[in-house]
Nanobody, 122 residues
Framework: QVQLVESGGGLVEPGGSLRLSCAASGSFLAIYAMRWYRQAPEKERELIAAATPNGVTNYADSVKGRFTISRDNAQNTVYLQMNNLKPEDTAVYYC????????????????WGQGTQVTVSS
């Protein structure tokens, strides 16, 4: 069984920075695209950043220029560096793996972490 575990959330003042981490554990051979989502109270879950294994990245307009997604494939970890945080960035942030090869031709799809709370407030 593959698990994703996020860490690094917390309370930060507007303009501050946080770095989220998401580590994959368990038995698997490869992880494909990894993504960060967030969900604010009473709002739908929003895709904010994605990274392929070879480093291609994409961002939602709401975070472009402020957030950076990166991967350490050797450590099976994806990061989200968040700079110039705003109160509207307050949300629970979730890590997601689009597809994980667990053995030979067997895959699991759409694996989620438990989420980590980010609160931006003075």
């Amino acid at each position: 069984q593959v698990q994703l575990v996020e860490s690094g959330g917390g309370l930060v003042e507007p303009g501050g920075s946080l770095r989220l981490s998401c580590a994959a554990s368990g038995s698997f051979l490869a992880i494909y695209a990894m993504r960060w989502y967030r969900q604010a109270p009473e709002k739908e879950r929003e895709l904010i950043a994605a990274a392929t294994p070879n480093g291609v990245t994409n961002y939602a307009d709401s975070v472009k220029g402020r957030f950076t997604i990166s991967r350490d494939n050797a450590q099976n970890t994806v990061y989200l560096q968040m700079n110039n945080l705003k109160p509207e960035d307050t949300a629970v942030y979730y890590c997601n793996a689009e597809r994980i090869m667990v053995s030979g031709p067997r895959y699991v799809y759409d694996t989620w972490g438990q989420g980590t709370q980010v609160t931006v407030s003075s």
